[in-house]
């Protein structure tokens, strides 16, 4: 599946992100959930990079943190980890 962000609704700076959102293990309710928030979570960090993609370093660190993010594919830790940043669950990954 694949999800799409938009930041900066409206404004000059607004860009569109589109990433795969991975396939979760767990009951169809936790799926529901843990895909709610791995969406939330990459929101924050498309967010954080708007106006930078064109920096190939930035670009790189988002490709890598997006990656990382997605090896993650059960639903209990998403939802466990519920409220935190993309930083601190990529540490925890």
């Not at 999800?3 to 607004?14: I, L, S």
């Not at 929101?43 to 930078?52: D, F, H, Q, S």
């Not at 993650?72 to 540490?91: E, H």
Request: overall charge negative.
């Amino acid at each position: 599946m694949k999800a799409t962000v938009k930041t900066n609704h409206g404004k000059a700076n607004e860009e569109v992100f589109t990433f795969d959102v991975p396939t979760f293990d767990g009951s169809e309710k936790q799926i529901e959930f843990a895909t709610d928030i791995f969406v939330k979570v990459i929101t924050g960090l498309c967010e954080m990079v708007t106006g930078k993609m064109d920096n190939e370093k930035v670009k790189a660190q988002y490709d890598m943190i997006i990656a990382k993010l997605s090896t993650q594919t059960s639903a209990k830790f998403w939802i466990d980890n519920n409220g935190d940043n993309f930083q601190n669950i990529f540490k925890s990954i």
